[in-house]
Protein backbone atom coordinates (compact mmCIF):
# COMPACT_ATOMS: atom_id res chain seq x y z
CA UNK A 1 0.00 0.00 0.00
CA UNK A 2 1.46 3.28 -1.16
CA UNK A 3 2.44 5.55 1.91
CA UNK A 4 0.93 8.89 2.26
CA UNK A 5 3.18 11.29 2.77
CA UNK A 6 0.63 14.44 3.52
CA UNK A 7 -2.38 15.06 5.52
CA UNK A 8 -4.65 15.31 1.79
CA UNK A 9 -6.32 12.87 -0.12
CA UNK A 10 -8.74 13.28 -3.25
CA UNK A 11 -11.74 11.46 -2.83
CA UNK A 12 -12.15 11.22 -6.28
CA UNK A 13 -8.22 9.95 -7.39
CA UNK A 14 -6.70 9.50 -3.98
CA UNK A 15 -3.55 11.46 -5.03
CA UNK A 16 -1.99 13.67 -1.79
CA UNK A 17 -0.76 16.91 -3.93
CA UNK A 18 -3.51 20.00 -3.90
CA UNK A 19 -2.45 23.02 -5.86
CA UNK A 20 -3.23 26.33 -4.51
CA UNK A 21 -4.34 28.76 -7.38
CA UNK A 22 -5.03 32.54 -7.12
CA UNK A 23 -6.63 34.10 -10.35
CA UNK A 24 -7.80 37.82 -10.53
CA UNK A 25 -8.62 40.75 -12.07
CA UNK A 26 -7.27 43.67 -12.32
CA UNK A 27 -5.86 46.85 -14.69
CA UNK A 28 -6.61 50.56 -14.82
CA UNK A 29 -9.09 53.44 -15.82
CA UNK A 30 -8.00 55.75 -18.51
CA UNK A 31 -9.51 59.18 -19.58
CA UNK A 32 -8.19 60.45 -23.03
CA UNK A 33 -9.13 64.12 -23.52
CA UNK A 34 -8.87 66.96 -26.40
CA UNK A 35 -9.01 70.44 -24.80
CA UNK A 36 -11.43 72.67 -26.19
CA UNK A 37 -9.48 75.30 -27.47
CA UNK A 38 -12.29 78.09 -28.48
CA UNK A 39 -13.45 77.98 -24.57
CA UNK A 40 -17.21 76.53 -25.58
CA UNK A 41 -16.42 73.29 -23.53
CA UNK A 42 -13.64 73.03 -21.09
CA UNK A 43 -12.81 69.65 -22.95
CA UNK A 44 -13.06 69.24 -26.55
CA UNK A 45 -13.50 65.54 -26.42
CA UNK A 46 -13.84 62.70 -24.00
CA UNK A 47 -13.63 58.98 -23.87
CA UNK A 48 -13.58 56.90 -20.62
CA UNK A 49 -12.74 53.05 -20.75
CA UNK A 50 -11.11 50.68 -18.64
CA UNK A 51 -8.57 48.08 -19.60
CA UNK A 52 -8.45 44.80 -17.56
CA UNK A 53 -6.36 41.74 -17.59
CA UNK A 54 -7.21 38.30 -15.80
CA UNK A 55 -4.13 37.01 -14.19
CA UNK A 56 -3.46 33.92 -12.62
CA UNK A 57 -0.27 32.47 -9.94
CA UNK A 58 0.12 29.13 -8.20
CA UNK A 59 1.88 26.48 -6.11
CA UNK A 60 1.57 23.31 -4.65
CA UNK A 61 -0.09 23.38 -1.07
CA UNK A 62 2.66 21.79 1.54
CA UNK A 63 2.13 19.63 4.23
CA UNK A 64 1.88 21.60 6.88
CA UNK A 65 -0.90 23.93 4.73
CA UNK A 66 1.91 26.64 3.65
CA UNK A 67 1.83 27.55 0.34
CA UNK A 68 3.86 29.51 -1.72
CA UNK A 69 2.72 31.04 -5.23
CA UNK A 70 4.69 31.64 -8.05
CA UNK A 71 5.32 34.88 -10.00
CA UNK A 72 1.80 35.99 -11.20
CA UNK A 73 1.22 35.74 -14.87
CA UNK A 74 -0.95 37.41 -16.79
CA UNK A 75 -3.16 35.01 -18.51
CA UNK A 76 -5.40 37.32 -20.98
CA UNK A 77 -6.67 40.96 -21.78
CA UNK A 78 -10.45 41.19 -21.28
CA UNK A 79 -12.22 42.40 -23.94
CA UNK A 80 -11.96 46.00 -24.52
CA UNK A 81 -14.79 48.12 -23.83
CA UNK A 82 -16.28 50.58 -26.64
CA UNK A 83 -13.56 53.80 -27.37
CA UNK A 84 -16.17 56.31 -28.46
CA UNK A 85 -15.52 59.92 -27.79
CA UNK A 86 -18.46 62.20 -26.31
CA UNK A 87 -17.72 65.28 -28.23
CA UNK A 88 -18.57 68.44 -26.33
CA UNK A 89 -17.03 71.09 -28.76
CA UNK A 90 -16.91 69.45 -32.52
CA UNK A 91 -14.69 72.05 -34.03
CA UNK A 92 -12.00 71.94 -31.86
CA UNK A 93 -12.22 68.31 -31.91
CA UNK A 94 -11.97 68.25 -35.78
CA UNK A 95 -9.39 70.42 -35.42
CA UNK A 96 -7.16 68.07 -33.13
CA UNK A 97 -4.30 66.74 -34.17
CA UNK A 98 -3.84 63.14 -32.71
CA UNK A 99 -0.74 63.97 -30.68
CA UNK A 100 -2.60 66.80 -29.07
CA UNK A 101 -4.29 63.96 -26.98
CA UNK A 102 -4.02 63.65 -23.27
CA UNK A 103 -4.31 60.37 -21.33
CA UNK A 104 -5.07 60.05 -17.35
CA UNK A 105 -4.76 56.87 -15.59
CA UNK A 106 -6.01 56.23 -12.87
CA UNK A 107 -5.77 52.97 -10.47
CA UNK A 108 -9.23 50.95 -10.10
CA UNK A 109 -11.20 50.65 -6.89
CA UNK A 110 -10.95 47.95 -4.74
CA UNK A 111 -14.75 46.78 -5.81
CA UNK A 112 -13.92 46.69 -9.42
CA UNK A 113 -11.16 43.97 -8.93
CA UNK A 114 -12.04 40.54 -7.91
CA UNK A 115 -9.86 37.91 -6.35
CA UNK A 116 -10.40 34.30 -6.49
CA UNK A 117 -8.23 30.94 -4.50
CA UNK A 118 -8.83 27.42 -5.89
CA UNK A 119 -8.03 23.96 -4.17
CA UNK A 120 -7.34 21.72 -7.23
CA UNK A 121 -6.00 18.04 -6.99
CA UNK A 122 -3.02 17.84 -8.90
CA UNK A 123 -4.01 13.95 -9.99
CA UNK A 124 -7.44 15.04 -11.79
CA UNK A 125 -7.84 18.56 -11.57
CA UNK A 126 -10.62 18.63 -9.10
CA UNK A 127 -11.54 21.43 -7.54
CA UNK A 128 -11.72 20.86 -3.76
CA UNK A 129 -13.68 23.00 -1.27
CA UNK A 130 -11.27 24.73 1.71
CA UNK A 131 -11.00 26.69 4.40
CA UNK A 132 -8.15 29.73 5.83
CA UNK A 133 -6.49 29.39 9.35
CA UNK A 134 -7.00 33.44 9.82
CA UNK A 135 -9.99 35.50 8.73
CA UNK A 136 -9.36 37.53 5.29
CA UNK A 137 -8.24 34.93 3.93
CA UNK A 138 -4.99 34.71 6.31
CA UNK A 139 -1.75 32.24 6.02
CA UNK A 140 -2.52 28.65 5.54
CA UNK A 141 -5.44 26.29 3.69
CA UNK A 142 -7.16 23.75 5.05
CA UNK A 143 -9.03 21.59 2.46
CA UNK A 144 -12.09 19.78 3.00
CA UNK A 145 -10.51 16.73 1.79
CA UNK A 146 -7.73 16.43 4.37
CA UNK A 147 -7.66 14.02 7.17
CA UNK A 148 -6.35 16.91 10.05
CA UNK A 149 -9.84 19.07 8.68
CA UNK A 150 -11.82 20.69 11.41
CA UNK A 151 -14.26 23.41 10.11
CA UNK A 152 -14.50 24.52 13.84
CA UNK A 153 -10.92 26.29 13.68
CA UNK A 154 -11.10 27.69 9.95
CA UNK A 155 -12.74 30.21 7.62
CA UNK A 156 -14.48 29.29 4.46
CA UNK A 157 -13.07 30.63 1.16
CA UNK A 158 -16.23 33.79 0.60
CA UNK A 159 -17.95 31.55 -2.36
CA UNK A 160 -18.00 28.57 0.35
CA UNK A 161 -19.67 30.70 3.04
CA UNK A 162 -23.62 29.30 2.08
CA UNK A 163 -22.52 25.81 2.30
CA UNK A 164 -20.89 26.42 5.29
CA UNK A 165 -23.06 27.97 7.31
CA UNK A 166 -25.99 25.79 6.01
CA UNK A 167 -23.80 22.61 6.92
CA UNK A 168 -23.05 24.02 10.80
CA UNK A 169 -19.46 24.55 9.95
CA UNK A 170 -19.33 28.37 10.36
CA UNK A 171 -19.12 28.98 14.18
CA UNK A 172 -16.79 31.84 14.93
CA UNK A 173 -16.48 32.11 18.95
CA UNK A 174 -17.82 35.59 18.35
CA UNK A 175 -21.27 33.92 17.83
CA UNK A 176 -21.55 32.83 21.55
CA UNK A 177 -21.96 36.03 23.18
CA UNK A 178 -25.67 36.37 23.85
CA UNK A 179 -25.49 32.35 24.28
ZN1 LIG B 1 -13.68 74.54 -28.70
ZN1 LIG C 1 -7.92 13.91 -7.64
Known sequence: MKKRITPFE????????????KEYVSGFAYTDYYECQCGRASRAAVREYIDKAFYQSAGPLREDHSFTLDETAKITDL????REFDIFCQDCYNQAEEEELKVEVHTLENEEEEVNFFVRCAGCGREIEFGWSEPGRGELIWPVESVDFLPQYLWPEPRYFDRWVQRGWFKPLTVKVNG
Open 79 to 82: PKES
Open 10 to 21: CRQCGCDRFDII
